[in-house]
């Protein structure tokens, strides 16, 4: 995510001289300000807890529903041709 942010905005950056590569790896290095750093974290534990939240929503409704399903509502209904044989 913070690839992403700072790609844009420090496009030049990633030219950098062999020496600060990182040696043989050669992986840009990736230059950001630290309040960037910080309100990506901020928004990836916001959006953390807001899934969390909205999984347990769901388990809560999923659980009222499957009740809500199980209960017979109202009066049994009659069934036809239901008789009943007594022997002896």
């Not at 409704?61 to 399903?69: A, D, F, L, P």
Request: cysteine-free; glycine content about 10%; hydrophobic content about 30%.
């Amino acid at each position: 995510m913070v690839k992403g942010m700072t790609g844009a905005s420090n496009a030049t950056s990633g030219i950098l001289p062999e020496d600060q590569t990182g040696g043989s790896v050669g992986r840009r290095r990736i230059e950001f300000y630290a309040h960037e750093y910080f309100a990506v974290r901020r928004i990836q534990r916001q959006v953390s807890a807001w899934l969390q939240t909205k999984r347990q929503l769901e388990k809560k409704y999923m659980e009222e529903y499957k009740n809500k399903i199980k209960k017979p509502s109202g009066r049994p209904k009659k069934q036809r041709d239901a008789r009943v044989f007594t022997v002896g």
